[in-house]
């Protein structure tokens, strides 16, 4: 049972640029969620993705913007980017409403804008 | 506005010590607290969760303890082990929708042999 994937592992851009980050969630599950973990600090909700719609999003610019496709993948793209968009995003899947509370995460896509 | 405060930022523990973590929330929506662990590299990792309708849940090692009047929750790593050592967050959120989830700033654990 394969978990939540994500691609790419590492990734460095520069100001201005724009990014694309892919997540497969776990077999299973159906909302995808999207965190911002700069170093040293926990991570932090951008937004959360259910049938194909962004059902919640956390306190980040409109330049942090998603998709979600029928197979329940999803991408986050970010648009004009700065030297604080350095982090590591991470893709949290799990089944809503959830009967257990359990959120898978990834391993991460570690972003460095130069 | 940071709603879930976790301390210590750094803490070195003993093989075989006990090793303590302390989270606190404002939002007293949140029915849902679970302990992640994560590995240099790694994603977060579910450890032990616990909802506000008991004041301790123990799994293995580690247990948490959870006081609802004080808006306070802890992790307690038993017989911590050199395999112990990683980052551990404290998060919060409803219990339907952990998708959503608000957490502290880590604490990084050190057991050294």
């Known amino acids: 049972d394969a978990g939540v994937t994500q691609s790419p592992t590492h990734l460095i851009k520069t100001r201005g640029q724009q990014v694309t980050l892919r997540c497969s969630p776990k077999?299973?599950?159906?909302?995808v969620s999207w965190y911002q973990q700069a170093l040293g600090q926990g991570p932090q909700f951008i937004f959360q993705y259910y049938e194909e719609e962004e059902r919640q999003r956390g306190n980040f610019p409109d330049r942090f913007s998603g998709h979600q496709f029928p197979n329940y993948s999803s991408e986050l793209n970010v648009n004009a980017l700065l030297l604080g968009d350095s982090a590591l995003y991470l893709c949290?899947?799990?089944?809503?409403?959830?009967?257990?509370?359990?959120?898978?995460f990834g391993e991460g896509s570690r972003l460095t804008v130069l | 506005q940071q709603q879930v405060k976790q301390s210590p930022q750094s803490l070195i523990v003993q093989k075989g010590g006990i090793s303590i973590i302390n989270c606190a929330y404002e939002?007293?929506?949140?029915?849902?607290f679970p302990w992640y662990q994560q590995f240099p590299g790694k994603g977060p990792a579910l450890l032990i969760a616990i909802r506000p309708d008991v004041s301790e849940k123990k799994e293995g090692r580690f247990t948490i303890s959870f006081n609802k009047s004080a808006k306070q929750f802890s992790l307690h790593i038993m017989d911590s082990q050199p395999g112990d050592s990683a980052t551990y967050f404290c998060?919060?959120?409803?219990?339907?929708?952990?998708?959503?989830?608000?957490f502290g700033d880590g604490t990084t654990l050190t057991v050294k042999p």
């Open positions: 998060a919060a959120s409803g219990y339907t929708n952990a998708g959503k989830s608000t």
């Open positions: 939002n007293t929506a949140f029915d849902y």
């Open positions: 949290a899947s799990s089944l809503e409403p959830s009967l257990t509370g359990e959120l898978f």
């Open positions: 077999s299973g599950h159906d909302t």
